[in-house]
């Protein structure tokens, strides 16, 4: 069977490298790649959708990644137990129009024992921002 190493249980070293490991792969704004970290069947609430699959998160990043252009992300460990991990995040992106927006929020996430995501639970907010004040 397929594995996504590092494996639970988590310690402080591996919930932080699975936790880069994902600010990397959502850096390369490739929803496929983002993808091989979920389960087939991994549940998504990304604010207020909800939706289940591989096929389901390559749509989602897809549309997503069409209206956040110059998107980067930055991801904190910020809990982690057993198969559970939580983070902070915020990413900076601009629309179509070359508004800026800072988007904060918190990821809960669920893994099976060969590593793969079966759960991402995340709650965002965004905020306007001008392009001078961009940190990412």
């Keep these: ?19 880069q490991m994902a600010e990397d ?15 087939i069947d991994s549940e998504w609430r ?3 959708s909800f939706f289940k699959g591989r096929e389901a998160i ?6 997503k990644w069409t209206i956040e252009h110059q998107y980067k992300l930055k991801k904190e460990l910020w809990a982690f137990t057993d198969n559970w991990i939580a983070v902070r995040f915020e ?24 590593g793969f995501m079966m759960k991402r639970f995340a709650s965002i907010n965004d905020v306007p921002i001008a392009e001078s004040e961009r940190r990412l």
């Design 58 to 63: 390559v749509k989602f990043l897809t549309q």
């Design 1 to 19: 069977m397929e594995q996504k190493l590092p494996l639970p249980p988590f310690n402080f070293e591996s919930a932080t490298q699975k936790v």
């Design 46 to 48: 990304n604010r207020s």
């Design 91 to 114: 990413y900076e992106y601009h629309n179509v129009e070359g508004e800026w927006y800072r988007a904060y929020g918190n990821e809960n996430w669920e893994f099976d024992e060969n």
């Design 25 to 39: 792969a959502w850096n390369t704004r490739d929803p496929e790649k983002v993808s091989k970290a979920y389960t």
